[in-house]
């Protein structure tokens, strides 16, 4: 299950050279090459799903989730603690559409909901108002 096009997929086969910090037969973790954070790793199935939607199978997604403890671990990051993204679709500026979780640690993030959303989220109050009532 692999799509020749896909540059995890790359990755994944060992055909594009990169920073590997956790292999086995089922996933492969590697720095992000944009790092947002000090720790910015990806971990990927080695087979092809677009994204955490695509019907992927139980036992991947819990191997995937389950090498996060580890990553975490290996980059000293499990203490203090890290945050994970899974970006899915267009609307989340999906970039790679391959099944990928963001290991993001290594210093102090703000809340999601202290962010400036820009003018795409003018409507969050309006959500916020309908769901306290
Ligand atoms: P997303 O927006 O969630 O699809 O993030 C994709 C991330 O993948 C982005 O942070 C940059 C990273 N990335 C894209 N291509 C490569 C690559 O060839 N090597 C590595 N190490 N990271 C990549």
Redesign the pocket.
Known sequence: MHDENC?FCK?AKGE?P??VVYEDDKVIA?????PLMPVHT?IIPKDHYSDVADNVPEDVLGHLFATVQKVADIKGIHEDGFRL?V?TGENA????RHL?V?VLGGGLMPRPNDQDWGTSATNAAEIHGSSAE
Request: zero cysteines.
């Open positions: 540059i990755i594009i990169t920073s590697f720095d992000d090459m944009e990806l993204l970006n500026s999906q970039s790679v990928h963001h």
